[in-house]
């Protein structure tokens, strides 16, 4: 079944990012945002993780890290990761990439498409695209 959740402005992601998580419930953890530059995928993940309680001040993008590590408000870790500077997926596998995968913690993921071939099949694919107005409407299959 197609999904799709728009959010019409800054303003709304709030909202966007707690009626998504409601969707991923306990079912999907590991979750693929695949969009072009500049297309809110790090502010759609700050709105996700300050929907589960992330200190706010803990958030930034993962460029240069790959991986950053969260704590949600009940203790639990989250990841959050940026595939961008990843050139080979064996890259990816060194920072042992199937670790944080099979942890059973919820994997965010930017720039997925330079790891593709690594991604699990119940990965999330999730698109973002920017409306003509500014709205970014995420869509994925379920």
């Given at each position: 079944?197609?999904?799709?959740?728009?959010?019409?402005?800054?303003?709304?992601?709030?909202?966007?990012?707690?009626?998504?998580?409601?969707?991923?419930?306990q079912?999907?953890?590991?979750?693929?945002?695949?969009a072009?530059?500049?297309?809110?995928?790090?502010t759609?993940?700050?709105?996700?993780?300050?929907?589960?309680?992330?200190d706010?001040?803990?958030?930034?993008s993962?460029t240069f890290?790959?991986?950053?590590?969260?704590?949600?408000?009940?203790?639990?870790?989250?990841?959050h990761?940026?595939?961008?500077?990843?050139?080979?997926p064996?890259?990816?596998?060194d920072?042992?990439?199937?670790?944080?995968?099979?942890?059973?913690c919820?994997?965010?993921?930017e720039?997925?498409?330079?790891?593709?071939?690594?991604?699990?099949?119940?990965t999330?694919?999730?698109?973002?695209?920017?409306?003509?107005?500014?709205?970014?409407?995420?869509?994925w299959?379920?």
């Amino acid at each position: 079944m197609k999904r799709i959740l728009t959010i019409h402005s800054l303003e709304d992601i709030d909202r966007a990012a707690e009626e998504f998580l409601q969707f991923l419930g306990q079912s999907h953890k590991l979750v693929a945002f695949y969009a072009p530059m500049g297309a809110g995928k790090t502010t759609f993940t700050t709105a996700i993780c300050r929907a589960l309680g992330v200190d706010n001040d803990a958030v930034s993008s993962p460029t240069f890290s790959i991986v950053n590590e969260y704590r949600t408000a009940l203790g639990v870790p989250m990841y959050h990761f940026d595939f961008y500077r990843i050139s080979n997926p064996a890259e990816a596998l060194d920072i042992g990439l199937y670790d944080y995968l099979d942890s059973g913690c919820l994997c965010v993921m930017e720039w997925p498409e330079n790891i593709e071939a690594l991604l699990p099949e119940d990965t999330l694919r999730v698109e973002i695209s920017v409306g003509p107005d500014g709205s970014r409407t995420l869509s994925w299959e379920d």
